[in-house]
């Protein structure tokens, strides 16, 4: 069974703190690590999307794959408010299918 | 990114009714969608792959006669729920891949009474 495997959390750190989220997945086959951003009550919307090893940067989000330890982690710097949700994380098989995390929710008190 | 439009936004429906949300693809066209169901606080769980022309693919568990799908057409995929019960209640949520990148629709919550 392909798996993605999140810490539920709650995760909760500090307005303008680091907030990093990780996520461990079992296909070696995975080819594309995705992750979504969802908010109470409503459809998961796309962070980011990485393909290769290293750190991949936009605006306060950094992802980083290591594909030799089958991680994939999310870091949110200056942390705010808003970014409270729950983030799942992705990975495309070699058989092209999606599979989701269960979740992380991070929590960012003001 | 690309945009994927889901209607309608909120549904209630009797007991024994069925219900029809459709999933668009608007600016790309998308031979495979996803449909979800999302039950408070759980993860998305997979329902099933809709591919256009050809018959849908259903996730282990899922009733492909109580939940109807149609890729009609390149842009549209459509879930009925048939005869809903109020234990069908949930939020549903298709999605749409474009490049290998899955973008979702708005979700449609249902609440059948």
């Known amino acids: 069974q392909k798996e993605v495997e999140q810490n539920s959390g709650p995760l909760s750190v500090p307005e303008g703190a680091i907030a990093s989220l990780n996520c461990t997945y079992s296909d070696r086959g995975s080819q594309s690590f995705f992750w979504y951003r969802q908010y109470s009550g409503k459809s998961p919307e796309l962070i980011m999307f990485i393909y290769s090893n290293g750190d991949k940067e936009d605006g306060r989000f950094t992802a980083q794959l290591n594909k030799a330890s089958q991680y994939v982690s999310l870091l949110i710097r200056d942390s705010q408010p808003s970014d409270s949700a729950t983030y799942l994380c992705?990975?495309?098989?070699?058989?092209?299918?999606?599979?989701f995390g269960a979740g992380t929710r991070l929590f960012v008190k003001a | 990114g690309a945009v994927v439009s889901q209607h309608p936004s909120w549904v209630i429906c009797k007991s024994g009714t069925s219900v029809k949300i459709e999933c668009r693809s608007l600016d790309f066209q998308a031979t495979t969608m996803f449909w979800y169901r999302q039950f408070p606080k759980q993860s998305l769980m997979l329902m099933a792959t809709s591919n256009e022309g050809s018959k849908a693919t259903y996730e282990q568990g899922v009733e492909k006669d109580k939940f109807l799908i149609n890729h009609a057409s390149l842009t549209l995929s459509t879930l009925t729920v048939t005869s809903a019960h109020p234990e069908d209640s949930s939020f549903y949520i298709c999605?749409?891949?474009?490049?290998?990148?899955?973008?979702f629709g708005a979700g449609t919550r249902l609440s059948v009474l």
């Open positions: 992705a990975a495309t098989t070699g058989g092209f299918k999606t599979i």
């Open positions: 999605s749409a891949t474009e490049e290998y990148i899955q973008y």
